[in-house]
Structures are given as C-alpha cells and as structure tokens.
C-alpha cells in the first residue's frame, strides 16, 4: 500500500474499537456538569485571532508560540480555538446572556489546537471538556467548581490523583509581587532560557510557568504570590479552604502553580497525576475575575476549568479503568439464495427501525462465511434465512453465547427478540442506546446501561 499521507503530526485517530468509549466519556462528562447546572454551549472552531491574543494574553506561550493562525480568503486573521474559555466568553457576551440570572453556567467538549511538540499527553488537536461559570464572586463558586472536577474522577473511579491549590491574586496585589520577583529573576538573568529572558521585560510570572528545568530550577527560590496576597485575595482563598474542607475534599496548596493564561485572578488549581508521564495535569482552572471586562464585557467576576480528554484516558488506561461502550450487533440475519437475501434485507430493516441492531449479509457470502461474519462481529443472536424458512415464514433464533435455540415467526422476530435481550447482557447496551444523548438522564443510569459491553 503506498498512502499518499499520513495524518499530520499531533493528531490521531480514534478508531471504531475506541469510539464508543470515547462518546460514553464525552457524554458522562457532559451529564455530570448538568447535575451540578452547567448546561451545554457550543461555539465555533475558528475565532477572529484578536479573542485569543486579547482573552489569552499576549506573552502567553499559547499566544505567542503554539496558535494556528491563518488568513481566510476575505483576508481576516482567524485562529483555530487552543482552549474553550475565551469562545465561550465571546458568545456570552455576544448574546447577552449577562443580562439573564446570573451566575450563568456553560459547559462543553470541544477539540483545540495547540502547536506545540508532540509527545505523550501532548498533542497538536487534543479534546477538552470544560465548563464556565459567570457573575459568580463567592468562594462557594470556586469550590463548586472544583468539586465537579472531583466528582468526575470519584465517578470513574480513578484515584491517586491530587489536587493542587494557589491563589494568584489580583492585579492591586499583583503588583508588588511581580516588583519581587522582577528583583528575584534579575538577579539571575544568566541562568534564564532566552524565553525568559524576554519574560522578564514583560511578564515576570510567565517564568514560573516555564518548561525547562533549568528555569524551574531558579523558580524553586522566587517568591511566591501567597506572600503578597492583599486582605481581600487572602479572606477569599480562605475561603474557598473552608468550602472545599466542608465538602470533605482533600487538597494542597501549591505555591508554585500559576497557570498557563494570562487571564486567570485569585484561585487556580490543578489536579495531577503521577502516572502518566511528564505531562501530568489533567485538569486546570480557575477564576479569572478580569477576562469579561477585557473582552469588552461589564465587569463580572467569572471561573472555569479545562480537563483533558486523552490525558483523563491515559489515567483511565493506567489504571485499568475500562469504560463501556453502546453499540453491538442484536442480531445477525444469514441467508441462503437470492429470494433469502431479499427477506433478510427486508427482516433487517424492519428490526432495525424497532430499535434492534441487526446485520445481514453484504457480500454474497457462503452461509459458512456469514456464520464467521457473525462471529466476528459478535452478534448475541443469529438467524438463517433458507427455502424452507421462506416458505413456513418461521425462523430459529439462535443465541450465539449458548447455543439456545427458538423457532420464531419471522414477523415476531422483534417482540421476541426485545423480550430475549431484556433477559441478556446485551439489553443493557440497548437500552443505553436508547437513553443515550445529554440531557437524558442521570449519569449513574447511563453507566449502569452500558456496562454489559465494555471495551476501550
Ligand atoms: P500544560 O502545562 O500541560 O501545557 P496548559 O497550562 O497549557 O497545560 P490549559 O491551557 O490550562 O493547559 O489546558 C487545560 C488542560 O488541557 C490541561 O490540563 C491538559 O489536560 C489539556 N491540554 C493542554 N494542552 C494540551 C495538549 N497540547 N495536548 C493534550 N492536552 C492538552
Ligand atoms: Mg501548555
């Protein structure tokens, strides 16, 4: 085979095997962020690049190194999305939705793009699942916000995963933290990367966000920002301690965190893992108090968090977490002869439009073949389609995982059908179907359906 080309590079895949999985999570996701009223927004890939260098910040290494951005045809600078907050933002203000009950709560799953360096848990298109929460000033809302990224990983089960804890301020205190640290790096400029070095001109706090280790070395000794914290960030962040002790979830506070956006006030946290690799952050946020207004918005105290999806995968896979995944082949209608092919097309149509998933044969097979076929693709059940079918109109269902066999007229195959698979495994993966699509119901339902198949 000579492909012509392969994806590009930083993008993958995901394959029939992997993507039910993936919609279960994506929709789980989706689900639990309801339950806690965060309701679904979706908003455009591209963006006029001035929303990103504006809502990002502008010495941010997304905005400075890793946006795709390009010129369309009308000669407009357009960027594709590489996070969800600032899309978001724009469409809330856009709308007006400032002017409904506030806090306004949004959630979403959307593909972003990074230019970055390909590596494990780093990819140039990669999946976020995020949610926003706007006109929310409490402490309550930082630790709500939290507490939904730890209901998700108490949901699936994951652990050893910590969550990591900072305030970062705001732009009054800011201020006399970043003249300490402009002292602090300045002193060291010889050791900076060449990055930093033009930081420090700019951005003093960009330097603690750095990757090298040389820098991360220097930025072990810096002062901190919880140092300099004014009456107001301090009584805030104690707050948010307070709710988040109330609601039993366990933290520490990491001096050191300070986020990849510029945009980000007060409260940032990240949740960890150890397990896979270098880039363990699997979740960020947090409140960024300023961004409405800086987008052209009134002022309107605001936070939010990015999850990972193939990061949130990789600690699923670690860990040996295994999702279910819909989908499954009801039933598998064989035949033999022409007249036969046409009955079990017809049989086919009519069970598929019952809500049974049924397959027949497509490649003018041998009844051995499709009998293979079947297998293979793990039909629960199976029929054969013959002359003396056609003419009594009756047919034996057969359950593959036994061998169980009824003979059933072939206009009853799906009442009897329904009937068999509410009895099996399968009617799990059915029902799950059937209850599948946000909004639907309660996660726990979803999961408990889909858990007679699993594969991811
Ligand atoms: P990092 O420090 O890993 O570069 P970041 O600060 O750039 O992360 P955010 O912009 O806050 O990350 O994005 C939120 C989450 O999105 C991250 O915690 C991570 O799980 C995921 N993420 C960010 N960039 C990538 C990427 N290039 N590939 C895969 N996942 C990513
Ligand atoms: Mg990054």
């Known amino acids: 085979m000579a492909l012509i080309t392969p994806a590009v590079k930083g993008t993958k895949d995901i394959l029939p095997s992997r993507s039910g999985a993936v919609r279960f999570l994506e929709t789980l996701l989706l689900e639990l962020a309801a339950g806690f009223g965060f309701k679904e927004i979706r908003t455009p890939v591209f963006e006029y690049t001035e929303l990103f260098t504006r809502g990002v910040g502008e010495t941010t290494d997304v905005v400075t190194k890793e946006m795709y951005t390009f010129d369309d045809k009308g000669g407009r600078s357009l960027t594709l999305k590489p996070e969800g907050t600032a899309g978001a933002v724009r469409a809330f203000l856009e709308h007006g939705l400032f002017n409904e009950t506030l806090p306004q709560k949004v959630s979403y799953v959307t593909s972003c793009y990074r230019y970055e360096k390909p590596q494990a848990g780093r990819y140039r298109e990669f999946n976020q699942f995020g949610v926003e929460c706007l006109g929310a000033a409490a402490p309550a809302a930082d630790a709500e916000m939290i507490s939904l990224a730890q209901s998700v990983f108490d949901f699936l089960g994951v652990s050893r995963i910590r969550l990591e804890l900072n305030s970062i301020g705001c732009p009054s205190c800011r201020k006399q933290y970043t003249a300490a640290l402009l002292a602090y790096f300045g002193s060291k400029t010889s050791e900076l990367c060449s990055s930093c070095g033009e930081r420090l001109g700019k951005n003093p706090m960009r330097i603690l966000d750095c990757k090298s280790p040389v820098c991360s070395a220097v930025a072990l000794q810096a002062p901190v920002m919880l140092d300099y914290l004014c009456g107001e960030c301090r009584e805030h962040f104690e707050g948010v301690r307070r709710y988040l002790e109330a609601m039993d979830i366990a933290y520490t506070v990491n001096p050191r965190i300070v986020r990849g956006l510029d945009y980000y006030t007060r409260t940032v946290f990240e949740f960890v893992s150890g397990e896979i690799g270098a880039q363990g952050t699997v ?6 108090d300023g961004l409405v207004e800086e987008l052209g918005g009134p002022s309107m105290p605001s936070l939010g968090f990015a999850m990972g999806l193939e990061r949130l995968m990789l600690v699923l896979d670690k860990q040996n977490i295994r999702l279910p995944s819909p989908g499954g082949c009801a039933v598998y209608i064989a035949s033999v002869g022409g007249e036969a092919s046409l ?33 293979k693709i793990g039909a ?3 029929a054969v389609i013959g002359e003396e079918e056609l003419k009594t109109g009756s047919a034996a269902l057969k359950r593959m995982a036994d061998g169980f066999e009824i003979p059933v007229a072939l206009g009853d195959f799906a009442q009897k059908l329904s009937l068999l698979l509410a009895d099996d495994a399968l009617s799990g993966a059915a029902q799950a179907v059937a209850a599948f699509g946000p909004g639907q119901g309660d996660p726990r339902v979803i999961f408990k359906a889909f858990s007679g198949e699993e594969t991811h």
């Open 343 to 375: 009955k079990a097309a017809q049989t086919a149509y009519s069970l598929r439009a019952q809500g049974i998933a049924a397959e027949f044969d497509l490649a003018g097979r041998s009844l051995k073949a499709q009998m293979k076929y079947a297998g």
């Open 380 to 382: 629960a059940y199976t």
């Open 283 to 288: 979740c960020g946020g947090g409140r960024y």
